[in-house]
């Protein structure tokens, strides 16, 4: 008869719900110190724009810190300031001179140049670099990059660090 | 959580329980954890090494090489390496399974560099609707013989 009692008794399950706080204070531990493992400080970090591909490549040379440009889709920006727009990476015909160097870039590396001379002038320990990094889609046409190329070398940016994306 | 600790001032008895307060630090954590997510790039990069020389101009400092080795990319994956100077010739390499032939690109580089030791760099151009991809590809390929590239056709 009591175990009959025993079976019928319900018991009153309880409502409270109590969070495991600790396990999360263990996960989230752990996923900080990944986090502040590959934290990067360093100013040459290179971030393409969002749906920019970078093409594939196995490089040992080291990062260095230089002018930034970056050829995507639909523009050009150095030292991500947006410079000139591209029609499916092609420049404007209206935007290319006679040699097909195109105006707004030149003109932006001629800034650039002034700019890193007048801090060299101001600095004596600050040379003015050669070196310039391009980051490009990778389905940019020759023809595009040329120009980039082209309007660079005659600013006086004619050491090219091609920026490529580390096989796995 | 709850931590004791034994002995305390006046007290009878001596153990101080205190729950440490977990909800704070989870805050914290989510607030870095956040933070650095969003800085965070997990995109690893390399550089590869190339010049270009300014249009119009040359180097009026160096001396001339004895030869000048140049490959230019062209339409459906044709590799064409020309050399010109003190031995001229022009070899065309077609295409191998649809894609560039960089297996024969190399040792026609090997042969080149044996002839003339002193080519430590070359020219590399490309049809004006080459993609940049194939570009690194080919230059990726060529360095490991030649080190040096210097960006033409401008």
């Known amino acids: 008869m009591s175990q009959r009692k025993n079976l019928f008794k319900k018991k009153r399950s309880s409502e409270e719900m109590t969070l495991q706080i600790t396990s999360m204070a263990d996960i989230f ?23 920019l591909k970078l093409p594939e490549g196995d490089s040992k040379d080291a990062q260095v810190e230089a002018i930034q440009v970056e050829v995507s889709e639909k523009g050009i920006q150095v030292d991500h300031q947006a410079v000139t727009t591209l029609d499916n990476f092609h420049f404007q015909a209206s935007d290319l001179n006679s040699s ?11 800034n650039q140049k002034k700019k890193q001379t007048l801090i060299a002038q101001a600095n004596p320990d600050v040379k003015p670099d050669k070196k310039i990094l391009i980051v490009a889609d990778q389905r940019t046409p020759y023809v595009t990059l040329k120009s980039v190329f082209a309007s660079a070398a005659l600013n006086g940016y004619s050491d090219l660090k091609l920026v490529v994306a580390k096989r796995e | 959580m709850n931590v004791s ?23 914290c954590f989510t607030v870095l954890i956040t933070f650095m997510l969003v800085s965070a790039s997990f995109l690893a990069t390399g550089i ?7 249009p119009g101009q040359a180097a009026a400092d160096t001396k001339p090489p004895a030869v000048h080795l140049e490959v230019t990319l062209l339409d459906q994956s044709t590799l064409e390496v020309k050399l010109s100077g003190k031995e001229k010739f022009t070899h065309k390499l077609p295409p191998k399974d649809q894609d ?55």
């Open chain 2, 48 to 54: 590869f090494d190339a010049a270009a020389e300014a």
């Open chain 1, 100 to 110: 097909g160097i195109p105006n707004s870039l030149n003109h932006s590396f001629q």
């Open chain 2, 5 to 27: 600790s034994e002995g305390g001032s006046g007290g009878k008895g001596g153990s101080q329980d205190f729950d440490l307060n977990l909800a704070p630090i989870i805050d």
């Open chain 2, 100 to 154: 560039w032939n960089l297996a024969a690109l190399q040792s026609e580089l090997q042969q080149i560099q044996k002839k003339w030791p002193e080519v430590q760099s070359m020219t590399l151009a490309a049809s004006n609707e080459i993609q940049y991809l194939h570009l690194i590809k080919v230059m990726e390929a060529s360095k490991k013989i030649i080190p040096g590239v210097l960006f033409g056709g401008f």
């Open chain 1, 29 to 51: 531990t752990i996923i900080l110190v990944f986090l502040l493992k590959s934290y990067a400080t360093s100013s040459i970090e290179v971030q393409p724009s969002p749906g």
